[in-house]
């Protein structure tokens, strides 16, 4: 039963890309919505991302990357968090990512790619309803 | 004669029961910093304006109207579009391009790990090596960049900021190598380190430090360096995180100051510092509020320069600034419409009477722009240089009872923001507090929900949307790069003077730790070949490092 539970929520901006004008509107509108959120701010590794999710029971971790290397970055997060069983988490993203790239993002398990454009309040809903299913 | 006296009267007579029978479009009408906009302005609402002390002529205090006489008139401003993508030699080709199709300047781009400071193979840079810019390693690299460049015909704005000292020390060796003169290369480096912490995020050291760095590179430029801008203090990337135009104009103006303030401290002269101090402000959608921003920008400056800091130089007094449009404005939805938002944005900085611009290409929410789209960025400056009229004559938009108005009204906010921050302690004590972080985000927030609650409308994204299947060809940057960059660093550790390398390092070591210029040191270490990362970790050891954003 999940009920009364807020959902938790990591942000997560792995790699050296410092755009973060998006993941930090992300963290607020979610907050908005009711969700617990932490931000891990910028720079941070796959295992840092990885360890963060573990020690905070997330149920949703929000990835956010500009520079264009997104793909060899999420698939290591990825990783990391299998190898931590941690393969049931809902993993969204969000950031510049070309959509001849998003098929390959599901395939390795990222749920859902919100693009430049895309409003807070369908992130949260999509948030909602996987959580939701998923509980 | 007119049939009202005034303006209430008009707005009584006229306005109100014209507005009765056909309701404006909107209660309120804003800028996007807030500004709340009338239905007219008149000579009302300059009353007590004195031109000669608040307007006056181009090229004279306080410049509001441009920082030279004749302005585009004599010569137009540079166009220079921010390029850099893979290795130094898919670079250089791009520059060549650029340069073949009229492009007047250069601006290099560097990827992520080079700004960082961590080679091509440190695992770090996985993935982000030559991706959002050229992937510079050593010396090698920089020479390959500017090959067949002649570096004493070409300016070069380089977007380097933790690494700049290093940057630039290659930059220097690259043009004595092609026997240019150091005296007659001209460029800059953005080196404007206090707006990495508060938005742009590639910090090293932490801020104090960073400022030494800062500084030794002031005292360096203004020794050997004569012709080159040894800062670009720059409001683009705040607004870009989010602020408005206010915000930008204050926290530019607070970081500018600390960086007159700290090469006072080091003992530069205040008419050796003015002079070679340059600006970078972001031109947004915002027609008149931009072009008012820029004049306010230049008079604050002026005043910053010659009141505060009783500089006597006129030169000092002068802002110079270089523009680029607003990357953030820009849709991933029907692409196209980008060129427009950027027509707009560049006719504002022109208006507005920049010295150089970078244009945004169409592509730029997808990824890095195709050489297609770049040349239509690229024809858009030309375009406005020479069919639209736009550059005949100085600062056409002054006079205008909106324009002068919106001026004094963004100027006196800017001001009243700019104390705020000193009376906390100036702009690194606001930074150490996260006071601007807190201000830009929540400025981003309140953008945000604007769009999404419909209030603000964004063509293409919350209204006129279509149903679309994008199409729109992107550039893609080759996996290669790592592993090409990383068998050159190889090869390089193989060919070089090992012993030269250590000396050189061991060199800076000394000098970092005793406090003196590292400059000439760090040239020691490029020129014996050391890496940038090599060269970046004496530093780090030395300096420590900023591990967290300070909020």
């Not at chain 2, 072009?291 to 505060?308: Q, S, T």
């Not at chain 2, 970078?358 to 069919?387: F, G, K, M, N, W």
Request: one cysteine or more; proline letters at 4%; glycine letters at 8%.
């Amino acid at each position: 039963m999940v009920e009364d539970k807020k959902i938790r929520v990591l942000v997560a901006k792995p790699g050296l890309d410092g755009h973060d004008r998006g993941a930090k509107v992300v963290v607020r509108a979610l907050r908005d919505a009711g969700m617990e959120v932490i931000y891990t701010g910028i720079r941070q590794t796959p295992q840092t991302i990885a360890d963060a999710a573990l020690q905070e029971d997330v149920d949703v971790i929000g990835l956010s990357s500009l520079s264009g290397a997104h793909m060899s970055l999420f698939s290591r997060v990825m990783e990391e968090l299998n190898r931590r069983g941690l393969g049931d988490v809902v993993v969204i993203a969000g950031g510049i990512i070309p959509d001849e790239d998003h098929e390959e993002l599901k395939s390795i398990g990222v749920r859902a790619v919100f693009g430049p454009g895309s409003s807070t309040q369908d992130v949260a809903k999509y948030i909602k309803t996987a959580v939701g299913a998923q509980g | 004669m007119s049939e009202s006296k005034d303006r209430s009267e008009w707005t009584k007579k006229t306005l109100d029961p014209s507005v009765k029978r056909f309701p404006q479009r909107q209660e309120k009408f804003t800028t996007s910093s807030e500004i709340e906009v009338e239905a007219v302005y008149t000579p009302e609402d300059l009353e007590g304006l004195d031109y000669h002390e608040r307007v006056g002529y181009p090229g004279e205090f306080p410049y509001t109207r441009g920082p030279q006489p004749s302005m585009y008139r004599g010569r137009l401003w540079t166009m220079r579009q921010y390029a850099g993508y893979a290795g130094a030699e898919e670079s250089n080709l791009r520059y060549r391009y650029l340069l073949e199709q009229g492009q007047t300047g250069l601006s290099v781009a560097f990827d992520l790990p080079t700004q960082i400071g961590y080679d091509s193979d440190n695992p770090l840079s996985e993935g982000e090596a030559g991706r959002v810019g050229v992937a510079i390693d050593s010396i090698e690299d920089m020479e390959t960049l500017f090959r067949d460049i002649p570096l004493n015909r070409v300016s070069t704005s380089m977007t380097i900021n933790a690494t700049a000292p290093i940057l630039l020390a290659m930059y220097v060796v690259a043009a004595k190598r092609q026997g240019v003169p150091l005296a007659s290369i001209s460029g800059t480096i953005q080196n404007d380190v206090l707006k990495e912490y508060i938005a742009r995020g590639t910090y090293i050291f932490p801020p104090k430090p960073a400022m030494k760095l800062v500084t030794d590179t002031f005292a360096y430029c203004t020794q050997y360096l004569p012709k080159w801008n040894f800062i670009n203090v720059s409001g683009y990337h705040i607004r870009e995180a989010g602020s408005d135009a206010v915000q930008e104009l204050a926290f530019t103006m607070a970081n500018a100051v600390a960086y007159v303030r700290a090469g006072l401290e080091a003992g530069i002269d205040i008419d050796k510092l003015g002079p070679q101090f340059g600006f970078f402000f972001v031109s947004h959608n915002n027609l008149f509020e931009e072009v008012a921003k820029f004049r306010a920008a230049r008079r604050m400056w002026a005043h910053v320069m010659r009141d505060r800091f009783n500089a006597k130089d006129p030169k000092s007094w002068v802002l110079r600034f270089h523009t680029q449009t607003a990357g953030s404005t820009l849709t991933a939805q029907q692409p196209e419409n980008n060129v427009v938002r950027v027509a707009i944005q560049a006719l504002a900085a022109v208006l507005g009477g920049t010295q150089s611009l970078h244009t945004c290409a169409r592509d730029e929410a997808l990824a890095l722009p195709t050489e297609q789209s770049v040349q239509i960025a690229l024809r858009t400056q030309q375009l406005l240089a020479y069919e639209s009229g736009a550059a005949d004559t100085v600062d056409p938009l002054a006079g205008s009872y909106y324009v002068e108005w919106l001026t004094n009204e963004l100027e006196a906010r800017a001001w009243k923001e700019f104390d705020k921050i000193e009376k906390i302690g100036g702009s690194l004590a606001a930074i150490e507090t996260g006071y601007m972080q807190r201000e830009i985000t929540e400025s981003a927030y309140r953008y945000q929900r604007r769009v999404e609650e419909g209030e603000q409308t964004v063509v293409g994204v919350n209204r006129f949307t279509v149903d679309e299947k994008r199409s729109i060809q992107i550039l893609r940057v080759d996996d290669e790069v790592t592993a090409r960059q990383t068998a050159k660093l190889a090869d390089l550790r193989k060919r070089r003077d090992a012993a030269a390398v250590s000396t050189s390092l061991a060199g800076l070591k000394q000098t970092a730790t005793s406090g003196d210029n590292v400059m000439p040191s760090i040239v020691d270490c490029v020129e014996a070949s050391a890496t940038l990362e090599e060269i970046c970790n004496v530093l780090r050891e030395v300096y420590g490092e900023q591990l967290q954003s300070f909020i």
